[in-house]
């Protein structure tokens, strides 16, 4: 057994199994675990997935909302330990991997198409 099936196992066992599917243009609502002093509560972030990148346990995601007319932006690894729940809540019509434009789009015309043939 080599180092690469060594670190390959290790990866397996933190890998999360209960993802839902994600496509890029998805508004989705993640649940964050913030620690405060002692307490842990979880703060539901939502908003649209604008790029998705890499493999594995380093997939992430990068979802965009628009907060106070100032756009906010955060990476999420997918199979963090600080990440409580992923949900769905609207499936995106996009032709493009990366929405990178949408940064430099204003009010409704930053509005991504609902699709409707993907199940959520």
């Known amino acids: 057994m080599n180092a ?5 196992s290790i990866e397996a066992e933190q890998m999360k199994t209960d993802l839902p599917v994600i496509y890029v243009g998805d508004r ?3 649940g964050v675990k913030i620690k405060e002093g002692d307490k842990e509560r979880v ?3 939502e908003g649209d997935v604008i790029a998705m990148r890499n493999t594995g346990i380093n997939r992430t ?3 965009r909302r628009v907060f106070q007319g100032v756009g906010v932006e955060r990476v999420f690894l997918l199979h963090s330990p600080r990440i409580d729940s992923i949900k769905v809540i609207q499936r ?4 493009r991997a990366k929405l990178y434009y949408l940064r430099d789009r204003m009010g409704k015309a930053s509005r991504i198409k609902p699709r409707f043939d993907r199940p959520l």
Request: glycine share 6%; net charge positive; aromatic share 6%.
């Open 43 to 45: 703060q539901p972030y």
């Open 4 to 8: 690469q099936d060594i670190i390959r």
């Open 92 to 95: 995106g019509k996009v032709r």
């Open 28 to 30: 989705v609502r993640v």
């Open 61 to 63: 995601i990068t979802v």
